[in-house]
Each structure stands twice: as structure tokens, then as C-alpha cells.
């Protein structure tokens, strides 16, 4: 059974940082994407971050520059850090993952939620 579980998530003042957690089981963990997505209410998921078993990393413009995702194929976790955090980094943060030759991302965590206090 596939598990994706995030961790991390609470209330943050502006300007601060977090770091999420996702731990992968059931999966080839170094076969797999792994993104981080997030969800505001009343806006659409949005793919923050991913990364693949090697140092290919891709990010979102609304995050670039400030925020850094890693992963620990050895412990099947992944990470995700964001600086200099702004009110409309609240969202529902999820981790999720795909197959690397695959676009659609199969697998979902239940998601944790960030609220980046003004």
C-alpha cells in the first residue's frame, strides 16, 4: 500500500520559514517525482515544487528564489523549504508523486496546512 505522508505544517508569521516533511513508503522511491503542490481555498492546486532521483529541480515562479525542495532516497523523504514566507503562502500543502516518465502524479499525501500570518 502506497503511503505519502506530509508533516510540518502550523501558523507561521510573515517573513519566517517552514519546512515540510513527506514520508514515501510502498513505492521504488527512486522511480518516482516527487512534487509538492498547494491549495488556497478557492483557488486552484498549484505544483510548488519537484524534483527527481537525481539534482533536477523545478519550481513555481511564486516560489523561486526562496524556497528549496530536497528529498533523501536512502529514507524515502522528501522536503520541502520555504523563506521569507508571505500571507498568500496559506494553503493546504500536499506531496505527491509520479512515475518519471509519466506527467499525471498518482499518489497523494492528505495534505498539511501552512497559514502565513500578516
Known amino acids: 500500500q502506497v503511503q505519502l505522508v506530509e508533516s510540518g505544517g502550523g501558523l507561521v508569521q510573515a517573513g519566517g520559514s517552514l519546512r515540510l516533511s513527506c514520508a514515501v513508503s510502498?513505492?521504488?522511491?527512486?522511480?518516482?517525482?516527487m512534487g509538492w503542490f498547494r491549495q488556497a481555498p478557492e483557488k486552484q492546486r498549484e505544483l510548488v515544487a519537484s524534483?527527481?532521483?537525481?539534482?533536477?529541480?523545478n519550481y513555481a515562479d511564486s516560489v523561486k528564489g526562496r524556497s528549496t525542495i530536497s528529498r533523501d532516497n536512502a529514507k524515502n523523504m522528501v522536503y520541502l523549504e520555504v523563506d521569507s514566507l508571505k500571507p498568500e503562502d496559506t494553503a493546504v500543502y500536499y506531496c505527491?508523486?509520479?512515475?518519471?516518465?509519466?506527467?499525471?502524479?498518482?499518489?497523494w499525501g492528505q495534505g498539511t496546512q501552512v497559514t502565513v500570518s500578516s
Open positions: 524534483m527527481g532521483s537525481g539534482s533536477y529541480k
Open positions: 510502498g513505492l521504488p522511491f527512486t522511480s518516482y517525482v
Open positions: 505527491a508523486a509520479r512515475k518519471s516518465d509519466y506527467t499525471k502524479y498518482d499518489y
